[in-house]
Each structure stands twice: as structure tokens, then as C-alpha cells.
């Protein structure tokens, strides 16, 4: 039996394409405002580090490619090995394992996100990243009954649920107002400032302008709908939906959820996992 991973088709490539989009849309937008001052002649001396400051955005881009590709490697598992792209290791080489568990997800900043790790004899450190990959909850199982049950490899097959049952349950909703919320506020707030700039400005934007503000606005509205989600609850059924992209819709049974847990990273809103 050999399992291997797929790369999240939203959560990791979307979020590849949506970070460098938005960096090269910076350091594009500043490049444009210093070739057009340079072409008029009136360049201010801060000005002249317009285009190191743009190079080194482009350099973020390149760097949120690199460092998701490195956070999440293909990974295969069978009876015997597990490798992480090139690098292989024997079960009989593994010091400890923790199934759940928040961990450092290093990007520009390190920020916690669900993972099973994995610790080695000779000192080294694996983790497996939940929302990276798409079968991430396979090779989770795979470890529970493999290698930690020492049984055989059963693959759980969750029946979907019909949608006619979905629709026609009672539920209770918990959802909110976004526009309350602090995310709802940086959100439109911050899109509809953008707005009311340029249908206010007596000068036509420009198109390199209206590109950058595009662009932004987009992945600004992505990056926060993203997490906006809100669910309902029957006596049977779980359904998260979400606030702003409204065809994203999930339903599970409450006999197939394993684990609940509240909690609040950082700063952030409390959030139901």
C-alpha cells in the first residue's frame, strides 16, 4: 500500500498565485511611479531607491514560491519508508510521533497552523501540514492504524450526504453581521476607500494604476473571505458555509466529526476547528 500526497489545489497553489500576484502588483505599481517621475524629469532624491525597493518585492514573490514548496514536499508513505521529496526514512527510524498539534509554519513570519509531526533518531524533524495537501487526513490515518495501531490499512470512505437531506434539515445558524466584524471592516472598508478614490479623483487613473489597485483589491478580497465563513447546525448535520463566496458550502455528519476544537491564534477571532 503506498499513499501520495496531493498539494491543495486552493489552499496551496491559490495562495502561491494570489502572494506573488500580489507582490509583483507592488513592485510593479512602484516601478511604473518612478519610470513615469524619471521620464518627466522630476525625480526626488528618495526617489532613486524606487527600484531596489521594487526588485526586492519581486525577490518576496520569487521567496512564496519557494518557501510553500519547501513548507509542504511531495511525501509518500508506505509499510516500510516515508520520503519527503528526495529525502527517505524507515518507520523503524522513527523516534516519536504527534498526530495533532499547532506548529510553525515559516514564511515572513512564522505563524502557527495544524500539523502531525514527525521526529527521527538521527535529530531531524518532519512535519505534515493539514491544509497543504488535499488527502493530508489519508496519510494521517495511514500513520494512526499503520504505524501506530500496527494494524492494516483500512481507507475511511465517508458516504456523501444527499443534498435534497441537507436542505430540507432543520438548523440552527450561527453567523453574524460581517460588516460588524473587524475583518468585515478591514475588508470593504479598506476596498470601497480604493473606490471612492478613484470615482472621486478629477484625474483619470492611469492604466497602470488601476491594474495595481485591481489587483489588490482582489487578492485583499480573497485573503479575508477566505476565513469568513459562518456554519449551521442540525441534530445530524454540520454545514459551513461561507460569507462572501457563497458556492463554497461543506456538510458533515456529526457522527464523523472526531474532535471539536475552539480556539484563538494571536490576535485573531475566535474560530471554530
Not at 504527534?98 to 509531526?117: H, N, V
Not at 518532519?126 to 488527502?135: L, P, S, T
Not at 443534498?163 to 460588524?180: L, R, S
Amino acid at each position: 500500500m503506498r499513499i501520495v500526497s496531493q498539494r491543495h489545489r486552493t489552499k496551496f497553489y491559490l495562495s502561491i498565485i494570489l502572494g506573488s500576484l500580489f507582490f509583483i502588483a507592488i513592485g510593479t505599481g512602484v516601478l511604473y511611479v518612478f519610470i513615469n517621475s524619471s521620464s518627466k524629469g522630476n525625480l526626488r532624491p528618495k526617489e532613486y531607491f524606487m527600484p531596489i525597493f521594487s526588485l526586492g518585492v519581486y525577490l518576496f514573490a520569487f521567496y512564496t514560491v519557494y518557501r510553500y514548496f519547501k513548507n509542504a514536499p511531495k511525501i509518500q508513505v508506505d509499510n516500510d519508508l516515508i520520503s519527503f521529496n528526495k529525502e527517505t526514512f524507515a518507520w523503524t527510524d522513527l523516534k516519536k510521533i504527534e498526530l495533532t498539534g499547532k506548529r510553525s509554519f515559516q514564511y515572513l513570519i512564522d505563524f502557527p497552523m495544524e500539523a502531525a509531526t514527525l521526529q527521527f533518531n538521527d535529530g531531524q524533524i518532519k512535519y505534515i501540514f493539514d491544509d497543504m495537501y488535499e488527502n493530508s487526513w489519508e496519510i494521517k490515518s495511514f500513520l494512526k492504524q499503520v504505524i501506530i495501531d500496527k494494524k492494516t490499512f483500512i481507507k475511511t470512505d465517508n458516504q456523501s450526504i444527499d443534498p435534497v437531506y441537507i436542505n430540507t434539515d432543520f438548523y440552527e445558524i450561527f453567523k453574524g453581521n460581517q460588516f460588524t466584524s473587524l475583518r468585515g471592516i478591514s475588508l470593504w472598508g479598506l476596498v470601497g476607500f480604493f473606490v471612492y478614490m478613484i470615482l472621486t479623483n478629477e484625474k483619470i487613473p492611469t492604466f497602470g494604476l488601476l491594474v495595481f489597485f485591481t489587483i489588490f483589491s482582489l487578492f485583499w478580497f480573497l485573503g479575508h473571505s477566505w476565513l469568513m465563513h459562518y456554519f449551521k447546525v442540525s441534530t445530524n448535520i454540520l454545514v459551513v458555509k461561507n460569507h462572501n463566496l457563497t458556492w463554497r458550502s461543506k456538510a458533515y455528519r456529526l457522527n464523523d466529526i472526531k474532535e471539536i476544537v475552539f480556539e484563538t491564534q494571536g490576535k485573531m477571532p475566535n474560530c471554530l476547528r
